[in-house]
């Protein structure tokens, strides 16, 4: 089978969503498939989108559609009643303004036009396994399941100094908010070495932070956010990267092989430091993982049940 990964809907070049593509292709090829990844939408062919649809490309599936199109849609969102994400009535309005992850008209765009788009799906693919049975739920002619990380080999490119060499205490990699900002400062007003990654900072800068850095830390959004990022625990396990996570009501199911943080911050970050063997405890993590879950045994489920495999 073909398939063709889309990002003309991300923009930035698709930078911010490039983990997402990668692991959609290496999951795909251990399947035998074939996977590429192209910017635009392929007409005739099934296509594999990231959800984040604007009208601009909304308008243009609709209108580009012809016989023998696919569409799977792989779902990063939270489904809070008829919008997404909407988990902020408290916010302050300045913060709601800074925050991308805290304006309604955002969140309300996304969702109606993903609404829009949903009679033409061939799949839903959700990154949390606690949001499936929602969206299936709330969309219960599709097929809808639960999009599960495995290992793949290819996906590691850090090569990590030695633990002597590496000169930063503290990493974030992610998209900045403000309480992601506040414990990052708390953290280095108290004498750590704390670095973070700006909004579209390139792959290989990315590597190189993380091969001079201690600890990674999985931080929420915002205090009242109750979800792990699937993706960004994925993605520091493969690569060897020690990471401590954020305590969330919502744990996701490799929750087990990173770090929870138990405490303060600083009291929880000190206390990993001070064990060293950052690489070393990383690098058993990251085999543990690779044996118990497989990519190949976890995907070919979702194909299937599309009648892809």
Request: hydrophobic share 35%; with cysteine.
């Amino acid at each position: 089978m073909k398939f063709k990964l889309i990002y003309e809907n991300h923009g930035n070049f698709g930078i911010h969503v490039g983990d997402y593509f990668l692991y959609l292709k290496y999951a795909l090829e251990s399947l035998g498939h074939r996977a590429d990844i192209e910017y635009a939408f392929c007409p005739g062919e099934m296509n594999i989108v990231l959800e984040c649809f604007n009208d601009t490309f909304t308008e243009k599936v609709e209108s580009s559609w012809t016989p023998g199109t696919g569409m799977i849609v792989i779902a990063t969102e939270f489904l809070t009643g008829q919008t997404f994400n909407d988990i902020y009535q408290d916010a302050p309005e300045n913060q709601m303004a800074s925050d991308h992850n805290q304006r309604r008209d955002f969140w309300q765009m996304r969702h109606s036009n993903f609404i829009r788009l949903v009679p033409r799906f061939s799949a839903i693919w959700h990154v949390s396994d606690e949001q499936q049975p929602v969206y299936q739920q709330a969309f219960a002619e599709q097929i809808v399941d639960y999009l599960p990380h495995g290992y793949c080999e290819q996906f590691a490119t850090v090569k990590h100094r030695s633990d002597n060499d590496k000169d930063i205490d503290l990493l974030f990699t992610g998209a900045m908010t403000t309480y992601r900002r506040q414990v990052l400062d708390q953290l280095a007003q108290c004498g750590l070495t704390v670095a973070s990654t700006v909004q579209f900072t390139a792959p290989f800068h990315r590597e190189d932070l993380i091969a001079r850095s201690k600890l990674t830390l999985n931080i929420k959004q915002h205090p009242d956010w109750q979800h792990e990022s699937v993706t960004r625990l994925y993605y520091h396990i493969c690569n060897d990267s020690l990471l401590m996570t954020d305590q969330c009501r919502h744990t996701t199911d490799i929750h087990q092989h990173v770090i929870e943080r138990e405490g303060e911050w600083l009291d929880a970050v000190q206390q990993q430091l001070s064990q060293e063997s950052f690489t070393e405890r990383a690098i058993a993590t990251r085999e543990r993982f690779a044996t118990e879950r497989p990519v190949a045994e976890l995907m070919a489920p979702l194909l299937q049940r599309v009648g892809l495999s």
